[in-house]
């Protein structure tokens, strides 16, 4: 019999950031959502070399590599990737796989669990913490941005997501986010956000969005979260084409939902993804109904999720050796 360990990791929404500017001797920081689907399941068991298959598999071999020469040289892992949240459209498909396979491995050795630590050890962790927290723990989370010797940055705040809130998905699959060397000469090019737009993100974060979590006040959350997302909808538009979004489409799509009701409207990280939250099921489906056509004849796909309150799922079992 041999060792199997399984991880599932969920994907995530990269919600905004709230200092681009730097100024007082912190950067980034950065709020996030974990979601119900879609989701990252590996496994990984004891083999003679490493291997990988499935989904994914060259992104997750290189991945394996560098964890298995730092955590256990003298070993070798056989890799699965069963399924994988879609690469590069904004909802955390590397950091979520890169942390799982870590995770996997730590479990299979007996060592210690520490996501942070992952994700400075596998290059994730360079703007943001909230890959790293939210695989940790699920919600919503807060992170404290990169200081002069951050290595992965803290989170600084977790709070359950009201579990009667939905989030409404849209994305464009013929538009892709920026990521890899583009998204580095992207933020090289951007010049410092305004400390006055740096300080109205911080202030409608900490006095209005994260007490209306806590409150489960909707319409305050919604109207917070829109508002940041125009900020930095705005600053990041130089790199989108002059736009807030990656895909005009998937803006046309959300703005119409915002008509219809929902709330909370932006894109994720880079997109394509676009998303817009209700107060409830019922609400979502309504609106939902409503715009099915008008995404069919964009080319758009449109999906209904829950926020996840938990953190990745981690199991050991024991598998016959052939």
């Not at 070798?76 to 990737?81: A, C, D, R, S, V």
């Not at 459209?89 to 995770?103: D, E, F, P, V, Y």
């Not at 056509?293 to 999906?303: P, V, Y």
């Amino acid at each position: 019999m041999s060792a199997q360990v399984s991880v599932t990791a969920a994907a995530r929404l990269h919600l905004g950031f709230l200092d681009m500017n730097g100024g007082l001797g912190r950067k980034f920081g950065g709020i996030g959502l974990a979601l119900d689907s879609p989701a990252t399941r590996i496994s990984l068991k004891p083999a003679p070399t490493n291997s990988a298959s499935g989904v994914e598999t060259e992104r997750a071999r290189r991945l394996l590599t560098v964890t298995q020469e730092i955590l256990a040289p003298s070993n070798h892992y056989q890799l699965t990737i069963h399924q994988a949240i879609p690469a590069h459209s904004g909802l955390g498909s590397g950091t979520q796989l890169a942390l799982a396979i870590a995770a996997a491995l730590r479990s299979l050795e007996n060592l210690p669990r520490n996501s942070a630590a992952d994700a400075a050890m596998l290059s994730r962790g360079a703007r943001s913490g909230l890959g790293a927290g939210l695989f940790e723990q699920g919600g919503f989370v807060v992170d404290g941005g990169r200081g002069p010797s951050t290595l992965t940055p803290p989170v600084i705040s977790r709070t359950s997501f009201p579990q009667e809130w939905r989030v409404i998905l849209v994305h464009d699959p013929a538009a892709i986010g920026l990521h890899d060397a583009e998204e580095k000469e992207a933020f090289a090019a951007l010049e410092p956000l305004s400390p006055a737009a740096s300080g109205e993100i911080c202030r409608l974060v900490l006095m209005k969005l994260m007490p209306a979590l806590a409150e489960k006040e909707f319409a305050p959350f919604g109207a917070a979260l829109t508002r940041i997302q125009e900020i930095v909808g705005d600053y990041f538009s130089p790199a989108q084409k002059n736009s807030r979004y990656t895909s005009k489409r998937v803006e046309r799509l959300i703005m119409r939902m915002g008509g219809l009701g929902a709330a909370g409207l932006g894109q994720t990280s880079w997109g394509p993804t676009g998303f817009a939250f209700t107060e409830s099921e019922i609400s979502a489906r309504i609106i939902l109904e409503q715009i099915t056509e008008e995404a069919g004849s964009l080319g758009l796909t449109t999906t209904l999720h829950q926020g996840l309150n938990t953190g990745a799922k981690i199991d050991q079992s024991y598998v016959r050796i052939a």
